[in-house]
Structure formats: C-alpha cells, structure tokens
C-alpha cells in the first residue's frame, strides 16, 4: 500500500542524513558511532503481533525512548534518539538526539498534540537547539509561531494511523517484531523528498517505527533500543 503522507519520521531522518554535507567529520565522534556499530548484536527479543483491532500507538508517557541506527547513501552510520523528558499541562518535552561523523546535536520541543491521527491539531509551543560545540539556542517565540509549519513537520512521525495497513514481521537490532504494520510513504521534508518503505509495531512507544528502507535513495533505519521508562534530557 501506498501513502501519501505528511513527512514521516523516515523522510526526517533521512534529510538529516542526505543533508549532512556540511560540517567535517569528527575522528572523535566517528570512532565512538564505529564503537557502537560494531557492539550491535542481532535481537533475540522476540515481539508478537498486534492483537486484533489494534492500530494506534502507546499512550506518551515521560520517560519513554527510541534509538536507531541509520544509514545513509555513502553507507555512513550515525544513530538518532527520541525520548520524552517532560510534561507541560497538555504538552510533552520531546528531545531528539543525533549522533553522526561530524559530531552530537539535540533538538528539545515542547509539543501539544490535540488527536494522534490529525496532523493540524499539533501546536509547537517551544523550541531549543544544541550544536556539536554544546551551544545552546532558544527559537524566539514570533519564530516559532511563523515556522508552525515546518516545526510540526519534525513531530509529524507522532501523528499515526495503521488502520486498512497489511502486516509482516520485521528483524532489527531490537528484536524480531510480528505483525508491522506496512507501508510506502512519500513524503517531503523542507527541499527534501523521501519514498521510503516502513514498518511499525504498536510495542515501540512515540511514533511506533521499527524499519525503513529508503526506495528512491539508499538509506536504511533500524530500531536499535527503545525503552517505556528512564528517559533523561541531555540539555
């Protein structure tokens, strides 16, 4: 099945991916991503498939994250993490963490989702950044509101709905997970585009996301870890 989609998690990591052309490797930063590399281990953790009916995700919750490792076209890994550090009244402290050759940045939003299955009822309330060099910046709020748009396009991967998907079982460093919910998104992400095959599973917490296998470049994600509780902000 084919969809087109608001940009997904896959189409956000793989233009951080194809993106990454600017700052220089790190010798530092690329013998810590090898490191890691080399100590994944195929998973014996062994997920079953989604009972019957079951197309949403996991309630957020503060503490949960995400690790994958990804690959991009010149067959470079790098590794990107989401966790939930907080809560805010109706909103949760997302914060995103990317490890590549050039180097460890962060990403922290605070973001209210009125319905997990409309993209439209997300509100991006608060942004901060942190570079390589650990320089910390906060998005002023007249930004913010006039890059709703683009902010909510980062956080889309949040916004789910299996429902009318096939199902078939996926294998990563996380384990062997039945019954994924398939499909083919085409999605954008600024000036990039990205057709990606992916597969999900209701027992990976924040977006779900378990594999994806770029179709128009050759970049692939996989689940490394994940966890429902123990999430800690690096800001």
Known sequence: ??????????AVAAAITL???????????KADIDRQVAALQPGANAVPAPAPGMFAPMPFAVGQWTRYKMTNDKNEPSFITYKIV??????IWLEVVHEA??????????????????PSSVEIR????????GRVQEMPAPVIS???STYRSAVSMLVINWQGLPQESAAVPAGKFDGCFKARTDAQWGPWRSVADSWSHPAVPLSGAVRSQGVDHPFTMELAAFGTSGAVSEF
């Open 1 to 10: 099945m084919r969809m087109n989609a608001v940009p997904s998690l896959f």
């Open 19 to 29: 993106s990454a052309c600017g700052p220089s490797i790190d010798p530092a930063a």
């Open 86 to 91: 907080g809560q805010d009244g109706n909103a």
């Open 101 to 118: 050759y050039t180097g460890r940045t962060m990403q922290k939003m605070l973001v209210a989702f009125g319905n997990r299955m409309d």
């Open 126 to 133: 608060a942004v901060s950044t942190k570079d390589a060099k």
């Open 146 to 148: 006039m890059m709703q």
